[in-house]
């Protein structure tokens, strides 16, 4: 089994920075394929980025497009979310999910997911 551990949410302005990290431990013998959703209160999860095993390859929400940066740490599964730029509508739990295959935006299709971590940006 795969524990994932989000950490680095907390309380930022309006146009500040932000970075949550998650690191998957437990059963981690596979390469896995990490990503990010969110889920503000009263409205529905949705997806925020994505990266593959070898980093070669991101995905991301066009609501965050340009403002945030997911990283990974060579041949480990501990992935980074560096926020910048963020607004209000930023707020809400991240959560951070993880499968053996790239499952881009597919939430149905990650094994793993953490608890969340939650992110608040004050105007």
């Known amino acids: 089994q795969v524990q994932l551990v989000e950490s680095g949410g907390g309380l930022v302005q309006v146009g500040g920075s932000l970075r949550v990290s998650c690191e998957a431990s437990?059963?981690?013998?596979?390469?896995?394929?990490m990503g990010w959703f969110r889920q503000a209160p009263g409205k529905n999860r949705e997806f925020v980025s994505a990266?593959?095993?070898?980093?070669?390859?991101?995905y991301y929400a066009d609501s965050v497009k340009g403002r945030f940066t997911i990283s990974r740490e060579s041949a480990k599964n501990i992935v980074h979310l560096q926020m910048n730029s963020l607004k209000p509508e930023d707020t809400a739990v991240y959560y951070c999910?993880?499968?053996?295959?790239?499952?881009?935006?597919?939430?149905?299709?990650?094994?793993?997911w953490g608890q969340g971590t939650q992110v608040t940006v004050s105007s």
């Open positions: 437990g059963s981690t013998g596979s390469r896995l394929a």
């Open positions: 990266i593959n095993w070898s980093a070669d390859s991101t």
């Open positions: 999910l993880a499968d053996r295959y790239y499952s881009y935006a597919d939430y149905s299709a990650y094994d793993y």
